[in-house]
């Protein structure tokens, strides 16, 4: 596989990207995940990554979180401001639990939504990562990070690590199973990202 997704290309953050969902996963690892604590009403943004047209994975998780009774909003990495300034806005409101979900530069844009919404305090219930291409700094308003890596990135390194004032979980889990283009596929990742929204949003399903 040529790896064209290095620390090259995580230089050019703010072109965010991603290369995935061409290739259905054959293995299926079981994630083991800590489940975050449950929060009360949210909404899940979903960030894709390669130019808009890859990490098709995002759109699909969040049709399967939609069809779970769950808010569910799936876009592209380079909109991360917007969605930064809707999340925060719809917090200030009614307070609504935030959750982040991105793959590859999708993921990295997670990151840059995070730090953004920090200026204004604004918490982060959840992030779920897949498959980031560089390391992900956390910052403090961040209460639970579960963190995907695929082969070919844990070579690399890359993981999520906590910025100074950082209190939360983080979760570095790797799946050898899976590479880049197909992890965001990834059945067993999927089913574990739900089951960890799904418990933070146990208060809203209960309503």
Known sequence: MKRWFGPAAAAALVLLSGCAGFFPATLSPTAKITLARPAGRGVVYLLRGGFNIFS???DDLAVELRAAGVDARSGGH???????AAARARYAEDKTPI???GHSWGALAA?????ELEKSNTPVALMVLYDGTDSVKIPPNV??????ISEPNIG???KATGLPGFTGTIENIPEPAYDHIN???AEPLHRATIAAVLNVLK???RR
């Open 56 to 58: 098709t994975g995002m």
């Open 78 to 84: 380079a909109a991360w401001q917007e969605t930064a």
């Open 99 to 101: 959750i982040l979900v």
């Open 111 to 115: 990151g840059l939504i995070a730090m």
């Open 143 to 148: 209460r639970h990070v579960i963190n995907f």
């Open 156 to 158: 690399n390194g890359y």
């Open 183 to 185: 992890i965001d596929n």
């Open 203 to 205: 208060p809203l399903r």
